[in-house]
């Protein structure tokens, strides 16, 4: 196996890719649907604990795999388990990211396309003037029409697909250093957008108040899985971007930079769409559709609206843009490595099997809306159908499982004095390496265990 001895050409844009992957969908449109499903105040607490106490030691441990062995996820899980005599067996470690990337990927493309499809509409002025309960019935004449949907994930993924073919790093860099920025001053417009104009109060009581009662371990485990899925982390992405990083870069600050960037996101896309959702008397449990049925409400009320909410679209593509790509890239990379496919190919490839994989998410909203034998989904609190099953085997249950893994990987097998020395002269280490051993492993297998087991209570 050879060693890439590439690096980052500085820290800040090391800082801008690994942001950028974290920045998607999943804060925009993931994060405020679930906190809305999940009791508001109650999953956003343990949302809260969950980045700081499991998600932000898995980044640091995804980084300190990364750097010290410079390779893929695959590559780096299997050479830092051997370098400490360990079975090169913890290269499972690597290959459930690599299914990881390719299953969120295929619905991640299907809900890129919502944003592709939305942009056009809200920039022709569809939604100026129009009231609350028409701006949700248009979603779901949207949802029901697989064509236009399927067209707009195949444009979706068609660009993933060139971006990644292409390999125009610097291209997207240059793109994400504008976008990124630009998507976080349109957040906080629309925020102050909802302040003025929507149930601003009743949003803030919604998410920070706490009702201890509905914490229970379907919520934990949501947010959980929010978390992973929103830092990009537990799936060896993380890894991938370590291998490139410099020596002089700081992990452990790079680490939290990332995850309060990601959160900061998170929370205000909350509070842009919450105070719209009371005051237009949407249903803050709809699911998915949720930022499709409140923003487009806004920009169809506040002047210049059909620009700025256009502009939100674009930036808000961009930035699952950022994210999909990197998803492709995991599983490209794994081709490039194992099965020796040019680039260009693997990514025509591996995108024209997502998008047929994706077919079924789209389908999922119309032709073939609940499955039988899904049913049991329910009981976990999903849709039972193929846009529920893949959410839930992804974020639930894969990425967890995945960061149980790089936790005992880091804390137990790769021997200590390495892991300090990637660590870095933080004086933090002595809680980070207590949480990564014990914690972090601890808390989500036994949040897991309840929950698999719960409908056994029941
Ligand atoms: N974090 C991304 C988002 O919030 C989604 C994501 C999950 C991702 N895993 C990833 C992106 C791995 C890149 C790489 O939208």
Redesign the pocket.
């Known amino acids: 196996m050879n060693v890439s001895h590439e690096t980052w050409s500085s820290r800040f844009v090391f800082l801008m890719a690994a942001v950028g992957?974290?920045?998607?969908?999943?804060?925009i449109w993931r994060f405020p649907y679930l906190a809305g499903e999940n009791g508001g105040g109650a999953f956003v607490l343990v949302y809260l604990l969950c980045v700081a106490l499991i998600g932000l030691p898995l980044i640091v441990a995804e980084l300190v795999i990364g750097r010290r062995a410079k390779q893929s996820a695959v590559g780096s899980a299997r050479t830092v388990a051997r370098e400490a005599g360990a079975s090169g067996r913890w290269v499972v470690v690597g290959w459930l990211g690599v299914v990881a990337?390719f299953l969120?990927l295929s619905y991640?493309s299907v809900i890129g396309g919502w944003l592709l499809a939305y942009l056009p509409m809200t920039a022709s002025g569809a939604f100026t003037g129009v009231e609350g309960a028409a701006v949700a019935t248009r979603f779901e004449t949207f949802l029901g029409d697989p064509w236009g949907m399927t067209l707009a994930h195949a444009l979706f993924m068609a660009a993933t697909v060139l971006i990644v073919a292409r390999g125009v790093r610097a291209g997207i860099e240059q793109g994400v250093k504008i976008m990124m920025p630009a998507l976080f001053a349109i957040l906080v417009l629309l925020v102050a957008y909802a302040a003025v104009e929507g149930e601003f109060v009743r949003a803030l009581s919604f998410l920070f108040t706490v009702d201890f009662s509905r914490i229970d371990t379907e919520v934990v485990i949501n947010a959980i899985g929010q978390a992973f899925?929103?830092?990009?982390v537990g799936?060896g992405?993380m890894i991938t971007y370590g291998a490139y990083l410099q020596r002089d870069t700081d992990i452990p600050s790079a680490s939290v930079t990332i995850a309060v960037a990601d959160t900061a996101v998170a929370i205000l896309a909350g509070l842009a769409i919450f105070p719209i959702v009371f005051e237009v008397g949407l249903d803050p449990s709809g699911g998915p559709g949720l930022l499709f049925k409140s923003l487009p409400y806004a920009f169809g009320h506040m002047p210049l609206g059909a620009a700025v909410g256009a502009l939100f679209f674009l930036f808000g593509l961009f930035a699952?843009l950022t994210?999909s790509i990197?998803?492709l890239e995991?599983v490209v990379s794994w081709a490039e490595e194992h099965r020796g496919w040019k680039r260009s190919h693997a990514a025509a490839l591996i995108g024209a099997v997502v998008f047929v994989v994706g077919l079924l998410t789209v389908f999922s909203f119309n032709i073939l809306p609940r499955i039988a034998g899904l049913g049991f989904l329910k009981i976990y609190g999903e849709d039972p159908n193929v846009f529920g099953l893949l959410d839930l085997l992804t974020n639930n249950l894969i990425l967890p499982v995945g960061g149980i893994l790089i936790a005992l990987l880091v804390g137990y097998v790769m021997r200590p004095e390495i892991v300090r020395e990637e660590y870095g002269a933080d004086p933090l280490f002595g809680a980070w390496w207590a949480l990564l051993r014990y914690a972090v492993p601890l808390a989500i297998a036994v949040v897991m265990v309840f929950e698999l087991a719960r409908p056994f209570f029941a």
Not at 21 to 27: C, Q, R
Not at 229 to 232: A, Y
């Open positions: 992957s974290a920045v998607g969908l999943g804060n990337a969120i991640y899925f929103s830092l990009s799936m992405a699952a994210s990197a998803l995991i």
